[in-house]
């Protein structure tokens, strides 16, 4: 399985992004799928994860009311809607796909290849 994470860019304060990650192959019910962010000088951090099969989701509580994942209507596509944008959400951002409903990122194996979000006045 690969994934393929786009949608970064340069944004202001307060602007909006949405993130895309799409998968070389149908995303099983049984999978989770999650996004990642790695800032400057900073170890990766969770950010958002969805059920695949019972559209359930989590936040890191830096993201909560700003930021949304979402599956595409089609069965290989994930989104990371981000609103309110700040400048401590800079980072490269990751998907990733695992089987654990999990916040650390050691319980996914497979990963996408990143996509930058700066984030400037």
């Known amino acids: 399985v690969q994934l393929q994470a786009s949608g970064g860019g340069l944004v202001q304060i307060g602007g909006s992004l949405r993130l895309s990650c799409a998968a070389s192959?149908?995303?099983?019910?049984?999978?989770?799928m999650a996004w990642f962010r790695q800032g400057p000088g900073r170890e990766r951090e969770f950010v958002a994860l969805?059920?695949?099969?019972?559209?359930?989701?989590d936040y890191a509580d830096s993201v909560k009311g700003r930021f949304t994942i979402s599956r595409g209507t089609a069965k290989n596509t994930v989104y990371l809607q981000m609103s309110s944008l700040k400048p401590e959400d800079t980072a490269v951002y990751y998907c990733?796909?695992?089987?654990?409903?999990?916040?650390?990122?050691?319980?996914?194996?497979?990963w996408g290849q990143g996509t930058l979000v700066t984030v400037s006045s």
């Open positions: 192959s149908r995303i099983y019910s049984s999978a989770v």
């Open positions: 990733a796909r695992g089987i654990q409903w999990a916040r650390h990122p050691a319980e996914y194996n497979y």
């Open positions: 969805t059920r695949w099969s019972r559209d359930s989701t």
